[in-house]
């Protein structure tokens, strides 16, 4: 399975699809960071919806979770993902970059 970056993206204040895995592939989800540009303290959300379900309570992997000033995390997950399913990101404001880094492999 090639190790690569999965998806990027600045994130905007609704969720947004940082990641779909692609017809006929499995997806491990290694790494999401998450960088804050601001100079001010932030939120962000991480939600995984499998075959892109209606957005429900079960699907959030991380809920407005404080990320400090001109900081950046590191989410260690190990997310498995099958085809259809979509990674979404969303930030209190648009100064969040997020990027997710994992491998795909062909069924």
Do not use: C, W
Request: glycine share 4%.
């Amino acid at each position: 399975m090639p190790y690569k970056v999965l998806g990027q993206l600045a994130a905007t204040t609704t969720a947004t699809a940082v990641y779909t895995v692609p017809a006929s592939t499995e997806t491990v989800v290694s790494t999401i960071t998450v960088a804050n540009r601001s100079a001010s303290a932030r939120t962000y959300r991480i939600i995984l919806r499998p075959n892109d379900e209606a957005l429900d309570n079960k699907h959030y992997l991380a809920f407005d979770v404080a990320i400090a000033a001109n900081d950046t995390t590191a989410l260690t997950l190990g997310i498995t993902m099958d085809a259809a399913d979509k990674l979404y990101v969303s930030g209190s404001t648009n100064d969040l970059t997020f990027n997710v880094f994992g491998s795909e492999k062909a069924v």
